[in-house]
């Protein structure tokens, strides 16, 4: 059965420096989702894409944050100046055309800001 | 906005016994789906069953279903013959029909415990 991926499983790194989380979708899914969910909290909306471009998204998805679709396969998102408290799992979520899909989500990359 | 409540931060049941997490949402739709999301410990978001607004019957995926009442917008999930690998972290979810807004909006979420 298709699955989304995504990697790292686990991500480090040092406050202020830049991470890029990786995603495949499903492959003939058209909208894309991260989601953010802080440990112990609820998982939080931050953005969606679809046809090269956001659709939507939350207040918490500020001008750090970034998502691109670089070739057919890969959704990113890029966080450009890591703090303390975008320590979090993302997970990345994709649908199909339909807008009555349901959305599938990846295993989650786990990001830790030292 | 779309809000989803999770009145109950932690459930127990015992092995075999069926249990009830409960869900209410705020909406001012008339058509919307929702969902329960399974995450267990490795954290991955599994989705258990879901269910559209503008159908009258209740879901049922094998031993999990769902008491949906739009009027109350209350969407209750029913774990029968309870198992052990049934305990994680479980999201109740809105999701809008909108167009472009169509993100899922979770609850704060239940943590199941199983006991054998």
């Known amino acids: 059965e298709p699955e989304v991926t995504q990697t790292p499983s686990h991500q480090v790194t040092q406050m202020g420096q830049e991470v890029i989380l990786r995603c495949v979708p499903i492959?003939?899914?058209?909208?894309f989702y991260w989601y953010r969910q802080i440990l112990g909290q609820k998982v939080e909306f931050l953005v969606s894409f679809y046809n090269n471009e956001i659709s939507e998204k939350s207040e918490i998805f500020d001008d750090q944050f970034s998502v691109e679709r670089p070739d057919g396969s890969n959704f990113t998102l890029k966080i450009r100046s890591t703090k303390l408290e975008d320590s979090a799992m993302y997970f990345c979520?994709?649908?199909?055309?339909?807008?009555?899909?349901?959305?599938?989500f990846g295993p989650g990359t786990r990001l830790t800001v030292l | 906005a779309q809000t989803v409540t999770q009145s109950q931060p932690e459930m127990s049941v015992q092995e075999a016994e069926t249990v009830t997490l409960s869900c209410t949402y705020d909406t001012s739709e008339s058509d919307y789906y929702l969902f329960w999301y399974k995450q267990p410990p490795s954290r991955q978001m599994i989705l258990v069953i879901r269910?559209?607004?503008?159908?009258?019957q209740n879901a049922t995926e094998n031993r999990f279903s769902v008491n949906f009442q739009k009027a109350a917008k209350s969407f209750s999930l029913k774990i029968s013959d309870s198992q052990l690998g049934d305990a994680a972290m479980y999201f109740c979810a809105y999701r809008s029909l909108q167009y472009n807004n169509n993100d899922m909006r979770f609850g704060a979420g239940t943590r199941l415990t199983v006991k054998p």
């Open positions: 492959s003939n899914h058209l909208y």
């Open positions: 979520a994709s649908r199909g055309a339909i807008y009555t899909d349901t959305q599938y």
């Open positions: 269910q559209e607004a503008y159908k009258q």
